[in-house]
Nanobody, 118 residues
């Protein structure tokens, strides 16, 4: 399996970004899929989740600003991020629930860096 996250970058506070994450080698169409983020010195946290049926859930810190969606035909999940804040700065990862594994360990891919300047 390969997870390829993209769409990150440097943006000013109040700006928007759209992240994409494509899985190859394994399908996650039957699983819930989530976006996570990890800021320097902090633990990885769940940001948004979308069930196989389309129900969504968000961390309180991003409710009303972020929208998760999925395209099962493309095996891809998206995260539309609006009204970005400096606190949103982190490396963003996607994964299915439960996470993909490689060699007996959870596999996360490289993620994509989001940096929000004030």
């Amino acid at each position: 399996v390969q997870l390829q996250a993209s769409g990150g970058g440097l943006v000013q506070a109040g700006g928007s970004l759209r992240l994409s994450c494509a899985a190859s080698g394994r399908s996650f169409s039957l699983n819930a899929v989530a976006w996570y983020r990890q800021a320097p010195g902090k633990q990885r946290e769940l940001v948004a989740l979308i069930a196989s049926g389309g129900n969504t859930n968000y961390a309180d810190s991003v409710k009303g600003r972020f929208t998760i969606s999925r395209d099962n035909a493309k095996n891809t999940v998206y995260l539309q991020m609006n009204s970005l804040k400096p606190d949103d700065t982190a490396v963003y990862y996607c994964n299915r629930i439960p996470p993909f594994s490689r060699g007996g360990f959870d596999y996360w891919g490289q993620g994509t860096q989001v940096t929000v300047s004030s």
